[in-house]
């Protein structure tokens, strides 16, 4: 029995540029979501084509109710809204997930790429694990190791699939546009995109064998913002603590504890921020 997790995020989405793209209640939002659930369809699609048993898709976008349930491929599961406790790869930690697919993701904070950030639209300009730049695929690929959980699949950008190459070289990886700028892309259509992802995930399902986890050890995390006030926001979570005017870090035992933490963090964070100032 194979089972795959899809952690399926949105700025790296075929068809994604701009931030109404994903910003839940547009026009642009409504017009993209279809693209989503086309790629997340794609990949649900060449994971059953390769062998694969079992697929859940797990939204982890903004409000994570993003994806259209009634035009999801009705061979898979999907675990839709908030709160979960491991947000973009919630359900990885039970031990029945053999490999995970990244669909949709994007590059971080401070990064090249489109839509480029880490958790936060903006706010956080930059995050560190263990010294080494974070977007949210490393940090997710991280609590996916520590469970044993190889990722098998990345699609968004060009970037992003470079970026992906650091964490996670053994996965495929599908850019479905290349990255101009920030708000700017050139996209491939959607047939076009959905064709390369399922023909990667039917070859990446043959990747996804459960491994040795790579088991609990600290981790440390550093966070830094576009504003110093946001430092003293943000030490409000215990065992975080302010490095430099605008940048705090901790250690977790786990990336498990590591992840939860980094949750936590940006939730204080955004609190904090207003709307014109920041």
């Given at each position: 029995?194979?089972?795959?997790?899809?952690?399926?995020?949105?700025?790296?989405?075929?068809?994604?540029?701009?931030?109404?793209?994903?910003?839940?209640?547009?026009?642009?939002?409504?017009?993209?979501?279809?693209?989503?659930?086309?790629?997340?369809n794609a990949a649900i699609a060449g994971f059953f084509d390769g062998g694969a048993d079992e697929v859940l898709v797990n939204e982890a976008h903004w409000?994570?109710?993003?994806?259209?349930?009634?035009?999801?491929?009705?061979?898979?599961?999907?675990?839709?809204?908030?709160?979960?406790?491991?947000?973009?790869?919630?359900?990885?930690?039970?031990?029945?997930?053999?490999?995970?697919?990244?669909?949709?993701?994007?590059?971080?904070?401070?990064?090249?790429?489109?839509?480029?950030?880490?958790?936060?639209?903006?706010?956080?300009?930059?995050?560190?694990?263990?010294?080494?730049?974070?977007?949210?695929?490393?940090?997710?690929?991280?609590?996916?190791?520590?469970?044993?959980?190889?990722?098998?699949?990345?699609?968004?950008?060009?970037?992003?699939?470079?970026?992906?190459?650091?964490?996670?070289?053994?996965?495929?990886?599908?850019?479905?546009?290349?990255?101009?700028?920030?708000?700017?892309?050139?996209?491939?259509?959607?047939?076009?995109?959905?064709?390369?992802?399922?023909?990667?995930?039917?070859?990446?399902?043959?990747?996804?064998?459960?491994?040795?986890?790579?088991?609990?050890?600290?981790?440390?995390?550093?966070?830094?913002?576009?504003?110093?006030?946001?430092?003293?926001?943000?030490?409000?979570?215990?065992?975080?603590?302010?490095?430099?005017?605008?940048?705090?870090?901790?250690?977790?035992?786990?990336?498990?504890?590591?992840?939860?933490?980094?949750?936590?963090?940006?939730?204080?964070?955004?609190?904090?921020?207003?709307?014109?100032?920041?």
């Open positions: 029995m194979t089972k795959i997790l899809i952690s399926a995020d949105m700025e790296g989405a075929t068809g994604v540029t701009w931030p109404a793209d994903v910003l839940p209640g547009t026009p642009q939002w409504e017009r993209c979501r279809p693209m989503l659930t086309s790629d997340v409000t994570m109710r993003n994806l259209l349930l009634e035009r999801l491929d009705d061979r898979a599961r999907m675990l839709t809204g908030r709160h979960k406790a491991l947000s973009m790869v919630e359900g990885i930690q039970h031990g029945d997930v053999d490999g995970v697919a990244f669909v949709g993701y994007h590059t971080g904070a401070g990064t090249e790429g489109v839509l480029a950030h880490t958790y936060l639209a903006n706010t956080v300009t930059g995050v560190w694990l263990d010294g080494e730049r974070a977007s949210e695929g490393r940090l997710n690929a991280a609590v996916a190791a520590e469970f044993g959980v190889p990722v098998v699949l990345v699609t968004g950008d060009d970037r992003t699939c470079e970026d992906a190459r650091g964490y996670a070289p053994d996965a495929l990886g599908v850019a479905v546009k290349d990255c101009v700028s920030r708000y700017a892309a050139v996209c491939r259509t959607p047939a076009r995109t959905a064709a390369d992802i399922r023909a990667a995930a039917k070859e990446a399902a043959a990747l996804a064998v459960r491994r040795e986890p790579a088991g609990p050890r600290p981790r440390t995390v550093e966070l830094e913002f576009d504003a110093e006030h946001l430092t003293g926001a943000a030490t409000l979570v215990p065992g975080v603590e302010r490095t430099g005017e605008r940048r705090v870090a901790y250690t977790s035992p786990s990336m498990y504890e590591g992840i939860r933490t980094f949750k936590a963090v940006t939730t204080v964070v955004s609190s904090a921020v207003e709307e014109q100032y920041g």
